[in-house]
């Protein structure tokens, strides 16, 4: 299964300011996408920190960055990464064309710090923005695609979604089902989770949450997912463990927790 | 100034189906305390993750790890921790009792699941966990302070909050004001804010948060933050820059943005 780091960067992100929605969103797209997604690092606007959380992710398939592509003196994101990797920081007239238009639309004159955001390493790939004025960025480097994404989150999202197609792992399928236990506390249920897993012989991976607490009000989300290589496939496991589960957790009821399913 | 780290473990901050809001929450605290939170790294259920995180945290002063202290066979986050130190792992009489008072109060039988919730590193200190059955840990590795909590929100952070004062960094005074500047898009204001950071010699942070996005709806809130060795410098510091800014961004009206104020 192929592997992929987010990697937030910002401040804001560390100092009780700023929620990182973007996370989650950007690791339920590569979770629909095939991706394992391993780690998630959050590191603040600093050339170095930067380096370093390119150093512990670049050894897996893809990386997702968000955040510090803006016109701000602190959005270094593009620069501190082609400086860890030894390239060199170049006007791209692709990016270029994409920040005249989105200024020249909007009727706003370009400025110094606007043109800021069309410096892109040499060999960058340019991805287009539609829903802000930075730019994002693909790069290269030995076997892994580091993808760069700005940190508002609409604008984080609607370029993910619309790369997911072209990320999309071929022959690779994941699945999700999440119910709802009611009237159990996760220690009562937790022997019958891991005899479950067994039985499916490791194929898929069962998390529970408690909702609220052990606190003696039940009340159990259960999140059931599985990967293969058809949708059939994945599928047929999914069906296998709710039956399981239904025997295991008897006479607990399993009932579908509806709007939360993964759509593979 | 002590800087930290918050680890966040669970699969499910990995694969779409959770917000990680705790890494937000604990920012905070820690911010209030004192600590820059230099670092977020959020792993998947599996030791060798977790040891890895602990490896690369292990230097700073403070490393809050949240999530897998509860009953399920994947809560392994205190045997990793123990593993990766080379600490044995030992039934902690007063991480038993607080368990026992607790499904005691709320009715309920320990069973071997519950009881796993006991077992603590060799030299481990239990701290209680008000709002769950599970206890969480603090533990001492040369000069770094390791806590673990839950990964249910709500006893996560009344925990940090019951430590704060505990965790406080004497003689440090965090500041934070945060304003809005209305009809400005980013990219106009930035030359100003690295002026306005200049002028008060590094001392103070300056960050731009556009609303929205560079799309011509003109919205900027702006994040003022500052530290010292008193309150008095603190705010000190903070009025100099308001008024700095006042000047350069003038005619632009820098209003105050209620309810965001982080408390020192």
Redesign the interface.
């Known amino acids: 299964m192929r592997s992929s780091v987010?990697v937030?960067i910002g401040?804001?992100?560390?100092?009780?300011?700023?929620?990182?929605?973007n996370?989650?969103?950007i690791?339920?797209?590569l979770?629909?996408a095939g991706y394992?997604?391993?780690?998630?690092?959050?590191?603040?606007d600093d050339p170095q920190?930067i380096g370093w959380a390119m150093d512990?992710s670049v050894d897996y398939d893809l990386v997702i960055t968000t955040g510090g592509l803006?016109?701000?003196?602190?959005d270094i994101t593009i620069s501190s990464i082609a400086e860890h990797f030894g390239l060199k920081l170049v006007r791209n007239g692709e990016a270029l064309k994409l920040i005249e238009n989105?200024y020249r639309k909007?009727?706003?004159v370009l400025?110094e710090?606007?043109l800021k955001m069309a410096m892109m390493p040499e060999g960058a790939r340019v991805i287009r923005n539609s829903?802000?004025?930075?730019p994002a960025m693909m790069l290269s480097w030995n076997k892994c695609t580091i993808i760069s994404v700005?940190g508002?989150p609409?604008?984080a999202i609607s370029i993910m979604e619309d790369l997911l197609e072209d990320l999309r792992v071929p022959g690779s399928h994941n699945g999700?089902r999440v119910y709802r236990v009611e009237g159990a506390?996760?220690?009562?249920i937790?022997?019958s989770?891991?005899t479950a897993?067994e039985r499916i012989s490791g194929r898929v991976?069962i998390?529970?949450?408690?909702e609220?607490?052990?606190?003696?009000v039940p009340g159990i989300v259960l999140?059931v997912?599985s990967s293969g290589d058809s949708k059939d496939e994945v599928e047929g496991l999914l069906d296998m463990t709710e039956k399981v589960l239904e025997e295991l957790l008897s006479p607990l009821k399993l009932s579908h927790h509806s709007g939360?399913d993964?759509k593979s």
């Open positions: 987010v937030s401040n804001e992100l560390l100092n009780g300011f700023t929620l990182n929605s996370l989650r969103e690791s339920r797209i979770t629909i394992q997604v391993a780690r998630g690092i959050v590191v603040r920190e512990v803006g016109p701000t003196f602190d989105w909007i009727g706003v400025t710090e606007r829903r802000g004025a930075a700005p508002v609409v604008e999700e506390m996760e220690s009562r937790a022997p989770l891991k897993m991976y998390k529970s949450h408690p609220g607490s052990e606190s003696g999140q997912t939360r993964i």
